[in-house]
């Protein structure tokens, strides 16, 4: 692959994907020899350190850490002030971690952490080269009512105006407007058909400061960061082909680590949207993914429902679904999806919210999407 | 502080993290950040973690002659400074001091 040019897995993503100055950062961020350098002088061509949108400047901690200071130079300084910047907005993110999980475990509730504080303390083996806007906490959907009210008791308070009862998480926020999404399930029913109470169930022990805590498994991060960042037009989509190319460079066992992949995928009828998302990283980043699990997720079953979504995302369009959405929570729940059902649950989200916060959140989302269509 | 009775260890809870060779620090009880210089940085290396014995301010300044020439008056002066700072900061913290010889408690070692 020729650096600079644009690949075919690249352009299977479409406008999901990393666009043309981000995809220059993540070759920056993640070969290791001259095309790295080369891809951050391109850069360097078309675009400001000053004037760069939010989801290239996340890149930038981790471009610093992996280049010479030779092809640095000048702007070397400042781009380890961003590191030391962003190392230090991760310790507060980890003590609100900390404060979160002892209220969660004092009640006997033990969450499970995902994506970036679960990879910014395993994959991400330089200090200060991941950003994370929050912290992800998963605690089930059994746990997910009392865990919010916990919170919230504990001084927390719910800072999402958007959230209602067919999403996943819930945003809390502390005294110091740390975040911390509260998570029913970890992408079901937004991505997934069915909810992922295995990933749940073969979480294992985890270390943050002196939080003891459990993450999710690294095969099932993987493909938590591939649909995150792939399906929703996020701020922070830009992230994931680096968690990517860190995750599949700690494999101690690679046999057993993609059959996981291939397992989780499957499971929740994903396979082929993880496949593309890989085979972009193994062609353009040099990611280490076997060809045969690539082609054993191509080959994998897809959701009908995430067919028409992917579909859509590759185009720059990304629909809530919130019908589907609960369409999947009654059915998960043994009951039978109806009208009423859907409006009763959206009523009583308008009801106890307002219409005004509502509005305020379709607003923010609305100038969020053009934002990031405008972007350079 | 006079260098020679007094011993220090990292403060308990602290955050620290090596970035482009320079470590970078959060106290605990205030949460503010520091940045470490080279020299900082081999300080901050040569402390032992909380909870075990100190060492003095003469044993660092053994180590870091080592490194850098300069005069050992100058090269205490400045490390009882830089620790005095580090307790004020409260990613340093007084300890009781290793059981030494008497050499290096003079400062004599290297």
Same mark, same amino acid.
């Given at each position: ?14 406008? !999901? ?38 989801? /290239? ?25 961003? &590191?030391? #910047? ?58 997910f009512d &009392? !865990?919010v009210e916990?919170?919230v008791?504990?001084?927390?308070r719910r800072v999402d105006a958007v959230e209602g009862p067919f999403f996943?998480?819930v945003a809390l ?28 169930? #073969? ?14 498994? /690294? ?14 037009? /996020? ?62 997720? #191509? ?44 409006v009763g649950g959206r009523a009583e989200a308008l009801r106890t919210r307002g219409m005004r916060s509502v509005v305020n959140g ?12 405008? #972007?350079? | ?50 909870? /075990? ?58």
């Amino acid at each position: 692959m020729k650096s600079g040019a644009i690949s075919a897995e690249l352009r299977r993503l479409g406008r !999901a994907g990393p666009n043309v100055g981000e995809m220059e950062l993540l070759r920056a961020a993640t070969l290791s020899d001259e095309r790295a350098a080369s891809a951050w002088r391109r850069w360097l061509t078309e675009f400001d350190i000053d004037d760069a949108y939010h989801r /290239s400047t996340d890149l930038l901690p981790m471009i610093v850490a992996n280049l010479d200071s030779d092809v640095l130079g000048d702007d070397r300084g400042r781009l380890n002030g961003i &590191r030391r #910047r962003l190392w230090a907005d991760n310790q507060f993110g980890f003590i609100a971690l900390g404060d979160a999980v002892a209220v969660l475990d004092a009640a006997g509730i033990a969450p499970v952490l995902a994506k970036g504080a679960a990879l910014a303390t395993t994959v991400y083996r330089k200090a200060g080269t991941r950003a994370m806007a929050d912290v992800d906490l998963i605690v089930g959907p059994g746990h997910f009512d &009392r !865990a919010v009210e916990l919170l919230v008791a504990a001084g927390w308070r719910r800072v999402d105006a958007v959230e209602g009862p067919f999403f996943h998480a819930v945003a809390l926020a502390n005294a110091q407007n740390r975040q911390v999404d509260v998570h029913r399930w970890v992408m079901f029913p937004r991505f997934t058909p069915v909810p992922e109470q295995s990933w749940l169930d #073969r979480a294992v022990p985890h270390q943050v400061g002196a939080t003891h805590i459990l993450r999710l498994t /690294s095969s099932d991060e993987l493909v938590l960061a591939v649909l995150h960042g792939l399906l929703t037009n /996020s701020s922070s989509a830009s992230r994931w082909p680096v968690d990517v190319v860190l995750l599949s460079r700690a494999i101690d066992d690679p046999g057993s680590f993609w059959a996981a992949v291939i397992d989780a995928a499957t499971e929740l009828q994903v396979g082929p949207v993880v496949a593309d998302a890989l085979a972009m990283c193994a062609a353009e980043l040099d990611a280490a993914v076997p060809a045969e699990a690539i082609d054993d997720l #191509r080959a994998a079953p897809l959701d009908r429902g995430l067919a028409v979504h992917w579909a859509l995302c590759r185009r720059g369009v990304t629909l809530e679904w919130r019908m589907r959405r609960y369409a999947r929570i009654a059915r998960s729940q043994g009951r039978t999806p109806s009208p009423w059902g859907y409006v009763g649950g959206r009523a009583e989200a308008l009801r106890t919210r307002g219409m005004r916060s509502v509005v305020n959140g379709r607003v923010a989302r609305v100038r969020q999407i053009v934002t990031d269509r405008t #972007r350079r | 502080m006079t260098g020679q009775s007094v011993c220090f260890t990292r403060a308990e809870g602290v955050a620290a993290a090596e970035i482009d060779g320079e470590i970078v620090l959060m106290a605990p009880a205030d949460r503010r950040c520091f940045g470490l210089n080279r020299t900082g940085t081999q300080v901050w290396e040569l402390l032992p973690p909380p909870d /075990s014995a100190g060492v003095t301010p003469d044993h660092l300044v053994g180590s870091l002659m080592d490194t850098y020439h300069v005069q050992q008056s100058v090269c205490l002066a400045e490390v009882t400074q830089l620790l005095a700072a580090m307790v004020d900061a409260g990613v340093a913290s007084p300890a009781a001091c290793a059981t030494m010889s008497t050499d290096e408690e003079r400062g004599d070692i290297g």
